[in-house]
């Protein structure tokens, strides 16, 4: 699988940026797909995952009820969209392919397949 990440940019913090996560091979639709974030100086912090098959989602509390994923089934795409940004959002964000189980969507370890990552700047 191979993955391809896009979308980030400078944005007002209220303000609304999509990351896309464009992927290919065979069996990509097996796969959980997932965003982490690092921002300047910090670790890498799980942000969301979703499964292809099935939809099940996981968010990290941070941004519950304010990052969403879609999917584009013809353009092979998973999408996050990203509302109401805050400033401690600013980081380089990177999607991943992996088969974790739901209670292990947050083990960075658990992702074989890593995308490059995409600079989000939220200004305050």
């Known amino acids: 699988v191979q993955l391809q990440a896009s979308g980030g940019g400078l944005m007002q913090a209220g303000g609304s940026l999509r990351l896309s996560c464009t992927f290919s091979?065979?069996?990509?639709?097996?796969?959980?797909i997932a965003w982490f974030r690092q921002g300047l100086g910090k670790e890498r912090e799980f942000v969301g995952a979703?499964?292809?098959?099935?939809?099940?989602?996981r968010y990290a509390d941070s941004v519950k009820g304010r990052f969403t994923f879609s999917r584009d089934n013809a353009k092979n795409t998973v999408y996050l969209q990203m509302n109401s940004l805050k400033p401690e959002d600013t980081a380089v964000y990177y999607c991943?392919?992996?088969?974790?189980?739901?209670?292990?969507?947050?083990?960075?370890?658990?992702?074989?397949?890593w995308g490059q990552g995409t600079l989000v700047t939220v200004s305050s």
């Open positions: 991943a392919a992996g088969n974790p189980v739901l209670s292990a969507y947050d083990h960075a370890d658990l992702y074989r397949n």
């Open positions: 091979g065979r069996s990509f639709r097996n796969y959980v």
């Open positions: 979703f499964k292809w098959n099935g939809g099940t989602t």
